[in-house]
T-cell receptor
Framework: AQSVTQLGSHVSVSEGALVLLRCNYSSSVPPYLFWYVQYPNQGLQLLLKYTSAATLVKGINGFEAEFKKSETSFHLTKPSAHMSDAAEYFCAVRGDQGGSEKLVFGKGTKLTVNP | EPEVTQTPSHQVTQMGQEVILRCVPISNHLYFYWYRQILGQKVEFLVSFYNNEISEKSEIFDDQFSVERPDGSNFTLKIRSTKLEDSAMYFC?????????????FGEGSRLTVL
C-alpha cells in the first residue's frame, strides 16, 4: 500500500531563505506524486505533480520538487521564501495498484515565514 | 476561474443526527471525491464517484455514509447517524475526464462538529 511521510510538522524560515519541505513515499508501483498547498481557510490547491516525465518538476509560485527514486523522496523546494508562502503543505502519492486512483496524503507541514 | 464550492462551511450537530454536506463540482468534471481530515491528522480518502456510482471507497466509508448526485450539479455526502469521531473537515474534490494523472480540484471544506 502507498504511504507518505512528511518530516517536520512545522518548518520556520526567514523571508528570502531557502524553503525545503521533505517528503518520502512508499509505493510498490511507479508512483504519481503531488504537492498540495492549503492557505488559511481555503481548500487544497495543487502546487505541482510528478507523473513519470521529468524528474525535476516545476510548479506554481516558484516551487519545484525533484523525484529521486533511489531515495524514494519528492522534496519540495523554493530558493527564496516569501511571506505569502506561509501555509500548510501536503505531499500525496497515487499509485494505480489495482486500479485505485485515490490520493494518500502525508500529515502536512506548516510553513511559517518570518520577516 | 471555476472552483468547487461546498456548503455549509461549518456545521454543528448532535450525536445521532443526520448530516448532509453539499458540494458543487466544476461543471465539466466527471469524477467526484470526498476526503476528510480529522484535526491534527492526515487528509484521508473516503470515496470516489463516477458515472453515477461509487467507483472506490475506503474502510472509513461504512454503512453510515452515502453519496449522491441528485441532479446535474450537486454532489452530496450524507452521514446517517453522526458519531463524535465523525468530527472533521470534509473536502469535496472533482476532476475532468481523461488522463488518470489528472489534477484534483478541492473545495474549501465543510467543518463538521459533532457534540
Amino acid at each position: 500500500a502507498q504511504s507518505v511521510t512528511q518530516l517536520g510538522s512545522h518548518v520556520s524560515v526567514s523571508e528570502g531563505a531557502l524553503v525545503l519541505l521533505r517528503c518520502n513515499y512508499s509505493s510498490s508501483v511507479p508512483p504519481y506524486l503531488f504537492w498540495y498547498v492549503q492557505y488559511p481557510n481555503q481548500g487544497l490547491q495543487l502546487l505541482l505533480k510528478y507523473t513519470s516525465a521529468a524528474t525535476l518538476v516545476k510548479g506554481i509560485n516558484g516551487f519545484e520538487a525533484e523525484f529521486k527514486k533511489s531515495e524514494t523522496s519528492f522534496h519540495l523546494t523554493k530558493p527564496s521564501a516569501h511571506m505569502s508562502d506561509a501555509a500548510e503543505y501536503f505531499c500525496a502519492v497515487r499509485g494505480d495498484q489495482g486500479g485505485s486512483e485515490k490520493l494518500v496524503f502525508g500529515k502536512g507541514t506548516k510553513l511559517t515565514v518570518n520577516p | 476561474e471555476p472552483e468547487v464550492t461546498q456548503t455549509p462551511s461549518h456545521q454543528v450537530t448532535q450525536m445521532g443526527q443526520e448530516v448532509i454536506l453539499r458540494c458543487v463540482p466544476i461543471s465539466n468534471h466527471l469524477y467526484f471525491y470526498w476526503y476528510r481530515q480529522i484535526l491534527g491528522q492526515k487528509v484521508e480518502f473516503l470515496v470516489s464517484f463516477y458515472n453515477n456510482e461509487i467507483s472506490e471507497k475506503s474502510e472509513i466509508f461504512d454503512d453510515q455514509f452515502s453519496v449522491e448526485r441528485p441532479d446535474g450539479s450537486n454532489f452530496t455526502l450524507k452521514i446517517r447517524s453522526t458519531k463524535l469521531e465523525d468530527s472533521a473537515m470534509y473536502f469535496c474534490a472533482s476532476r475532468r475526464a481523461g488522463g488518470n494523472t489528472g489534477e484534483l480540484f478541492f473545495g474549501e471544506g465543510s467543518r463538521l462538529t459533532v457534540l
